[in-house]
Nanobody, 125 residues
Framework: QVQLVESGGGLVQAGGSLRLSCAAS????????MGWFRQGPGKEREFVAA????????VYADSVEGRFTISRDNAKNTVYLQMNSLKPEDTAVYYC??????????????????WGQGTQVTVSS
């Protein structure tokens, strides 16, 4: 059983930056692809970014491409989401996700094996 704990959320002005972290425990971190999802007010949870087990391959939602960067440190059992040029529409609870394959993590929903509890990101205009 893998536990995921997100941190780094907060309040930031539009145009600012935040870095989210997700620390994993209870399993073999390097055997899981990792991802980030978000759920804004009144919206469904949506895919943000995902990274494969080695960190050599990443995928992004069109809405964050070029602004967000996902990375991982397998020695620290941690995945990161660097968010730059933040916009008010990026306001959401951000969730960390883990699964066996990059494609399954990116698909979300039942294709994800483990979810974190989420961290709030609020971008003011």
């Amino acid at each position: 059983q893998v536990q995921l704990v997100e941190s780094g959320g907060g309040l930031v002005q539009a145009g600012g930056s935040l870095r989210l972290s997700c620390a994993a425990s209870g399993g073999t971190f390097s055997s899981h692809a990792m991802g980030w999802f978000r759920q804004g007010p009144g919206k469904e949870r949506e895919f943000v970014a995902a990274i494969n087990r080695s960190g050599s391959s990443t995928v992004y939602a069109d809405s964050v491409e070029g602004r967000f960067t996902i990375s991982r440190d397998n020695a620290k059992n941690t995945v990161y989401l660097q968010m730059n040029s933040l916009k008010p529409e990026d306001t959401a609870v951000y969730y960390c996700a883990a699964g066996r394959l990059l494609t399954r993590v990116a698909a979300g929903g039942n294709s994800v094996d483990y979810w974190g509890q989420g961290t709030q990101v609020t971008v003011s205009s």
